[in-house]
Nanobody, 131 residues
Framework: HVQLVESGGGSVQAGGSLRLSCAAY????????MAWFRQVPGKEREAVAA????????YYSDSVKGRFTIALDNTNHTVYLQLNSLKLADTAMYYC?????????????????????????WGQGTQVTVS
């Protein structure tokens, strides 16, 4: 059973911090990319951060660069998103995503990291509310 399970969301004051977790279960092969997206009702899903799992290249949107950090823990197959200096505009449902080619050797380009259509596995989301 292949799934991504997010946790760690909650309600925090502006300026505070949260750490989101995404545990990957059931994958036979390592994902090429893992990423975090966020979405508010009525708006398009927005890329937040991503990491190429092989060489550990990281990518961030301009709105979160310097405040958020994405990291991998290969011992428990988990990707994290550390959210610091939170702003009201960070309020959203945060989704974990993975690009996994199932051993076929296919990946995506660095330039495509923020394109949600490139990811074929998604978690259920975890809510972050900043007030």
């Amino acid at each position: 059973h292949v799934q991504l399970v997010e946790s760690g969301g909650g309600s925090v004051q502006a300026g505070g911090s949260l750490r989101l977790s995404c545990a990957a279960y059931g994958f036979t092969y390592r994902s090429d990319f893992m990423a975090w997206f966020r979405q508010v009702p009525g708006k398009e899903r927005e890329a937040v951060a991503a990491i190429r799992t092989g060489i550990r290249s990281t990518y961030y949107s301009d709105s979160v660069k310097g405040r958020f950090t994405i990291a991998l823990d290969n011992t428990n197959h988990t990707v994290y998103l550390q959210l610091n200096s939170l702003k009201l505009a960070d309020t959203a449902m945060y989704y974990c995503a993975a690009r996994n080619s199932g051993g076929m050797g296919y990946s995506i380009t660095d330039q495509s990291w923020s394109d949600s259509r490139q990811y074929n596995y998604w978690g259920q989301g975890t809510q972050v509310t900043v007030s």
